[in-house]
């Protein structure tokens, strides 16, 4: 199985990359972290995008605040497909980076989650590798109906508590 690289702009985004994590360990997908900054260490995030491929790479999520730039850098890099996860921050609610990561030039895409969105970060990339995975497939249908699953057992808790007749 391919790898899904994570990279965050600053070891400050990890409480919210750690959920990207968690969520690949439940699919038991394997994953690499690293910390490069597209304005302070760029060469080392061009050297991560561009080998990642060869390195055994299948996509790559890229978590940064404020400006972020880090996934339109990555993406720049590599054809691999790269997942922009913009994170909150305390200056403008974290829309600053939402910009930043889903305005991107034609040519070069980054698909972008929601703010703080690792978690469909994770998904994301478990259903582009899934497209040569049949096991990974399988995983992901089974936990689109455990999901359903609690949607309707919900249901029939606030039918049984609430609904008069």
Do not use: W
Request: hydrophobic share 45%.
């Amino acid at each position: 199985m391919k790898k899904v690289g994570i990279v965050m702009g600053s070891a400050s985004d990890l409480p919210i990359v750690k959920k990207a994590m968690d969520t690949l360990d439940s699919f038991s997908v394997p994953y690499e972290a690293h910390v490069y900054s597209a304005h302070r260490t760029p060469h080392e995030a061009a050297s991560f995008a561009s080998k990642a491929r060869e390195n055994g790479f299948g996509v790559i999520i890229a978590a940064a605040g404020m400006a972020a730039h880090l996934a339109g850098a990555i993406a720049a890099q590599t054809t691999l497909p790269v997942i922009g996860i913009p994170c909150k921050s305390d200056k403008l609610d974290g829309m600053d980076a939402l910009l930043s990561t889903v305005q991107m030039p034609s040519g070069i895409p980054v698909a972008t989650v929601a703010i703080d969105g690792a978690t469909n970060a994770a998904l994301l990339a478990c259903q582009i590798l899934a497209l040569s995975d049949i096991e990974l497939a399988k995983k992901l249908d089974e936990k689109r109906r455990a999901d359903a699953k609690k949607v309707l057992e919900k249901d029939h808790e606030i039918m049984l508590g609430l609904n008069k007749q």
